[in-house]
């Protein structure tokens, strides 16, 4: 080896290496266990500050919208000091405290008149222009138009125009006369005797108009006013409805004796079987008694699974019947 000397090692330092390396790779064990228990304890402890960490930031905006209701409350509690105990605008103050000497107090000013002012034109009158005109002459009584001094005779002349605006309500009853007619010849299949078209009712066989029909509509569903209301103003005017008979009519808009059913006004494509596909369907139909041929009753909402819904007819109102499947 180019001169180097090499000695050989004793015999104990195997031994001795041996025990450092078991020694060595215990003390990496134990520092591995160590270590693995210092990351468990950290992560721990990282867990735990993010935990409070969050505890913090919403116990600060607690805080915060406290302090902003206590300041809202403390606002308040002021507001209302001075509604209680501060100075009223309406009393005089006599506190001179903060006022200097020689210094005149200002005039108080002089309170505005209600009402309209004087230097304002007031509203022009509304235009009536569109309501109809009914003249009435109003005459001297014949003994008044004479000349108080030489009792001579007064000639008409022109004539003072004023307008007056007036309601006149009155129930009528409505005479209809329907002429018949009587045939002159003697052709087969003829009637003997013609009668003019009836006169067109919103009920069949009802005596009501199809005036009160629209007064009480627009009454009930327009003004919003309860339908016992208007008739006792009827009775005042000498129109006496049972309101019964009103009531039956508003919700159901036919006679109890007719066997037109209720709901009559519905489209006839709703009597139609549809073609659609098996599924869910409802009886939740509701009719109404401003459209025509509502009804104004409704059925609870039911659901059942059908190849295809069957339609129903809805019976009176006033019947105690289930509505009975429609043939088809």
């Known amino acids: 080896m180019d001169g180097t000397l090499v000695e050989g090692l004793p015999d104990t330092e195997p031994i001795d290496l041996a025990d450092l ?34 505890m913090h930031a919403k116990a600060t905006r607690r805080i915060e919208e406290l302090q902003a209701d206590n300041e809202q409350l403390r ?32 005039p108080a000013a002089v309170p505005r008149r209600r009402g309209q002012r004087a230097d304002r034109p007031g509203p022009p009158r509304r235009d009536q222009s569109q309501l109809p005109v009914v003249e009435e002459v109003r005459e001297r ?14 000639i008409p002349s022109d004539t003072e125009d004023s307008e007056l605006l007036e309601i006149d309500v009155r129930p009528y009853r409505r005479r209809i006369r329907r002429r ?3 045939r002159t010849c003697t052709c087969p299949g003829v009637p003997r005797t013609i009668a003019a078209p009836p006169a067109p009712k919103l009920i069949p066989k009802g005596r009501l108009g199809v005036s009160i029909w629209v007064e009480i509509l627009l009454d009930k569903f327009l ?10 103003q009827w009775r005042l005017l000498g129109l006496d ?13 036919c006679s109890r004796r007719s066997t037109r059913p209720c709901c009559s006004g519905m489209p006839p494509r709703l009597w139609r079987r549809p ?28 659901r059942w699974p059908s190849a295809s819904p069957p339609a129903a007819i809805m019976t009176s109102p006033r019947g105690t019947s289930r509505p009975r499947p429609r043939p088809s």
């Open 21 to 54: 390396v078991r020694q060595l790779r215990r003390e990496v064990v134990e520092l591995r266990q160590e270590v693995e228990h210092l990351r468990r304890e950290n992560l721990e402890l990282r867990q735990q500050a993010g935990y409070w960490k969050g």
């Open 275 to 302: 073609t659609r596909p098996a599924g869910w369907f409802s009886s939740s139909w509701r009719g109404n008694a401003a459209i025509a041929g509502g009804c104004g009753c409704s059925w609870a909402p039911t």
């Open 223 to 232: 003004s919003h006013r309860p339908t016992e209301r208007l008739l006792a």
């Open 141 to 154: 009584p014949e003994g008044q138009c004479l000349c108080h001094r030489c009792g001579a005779a007064m």
């Open 241 to 253: 409805l049972a309101a019964g008979t009103v009531a039956c009519g508003v919700s159901s808009r």
């Open 180 to 182: 018949r007619y009587q």
């Open 75 to 106: 606002g308040e509690v002021r507001e209302l000091k001075d509604q209680l105990f501060g100075r009223k605008s309406e009393k005089a103050s006599r506190d001179r405290s903060n006022t200097l000497e020689g210094e005149d107090e200002a």
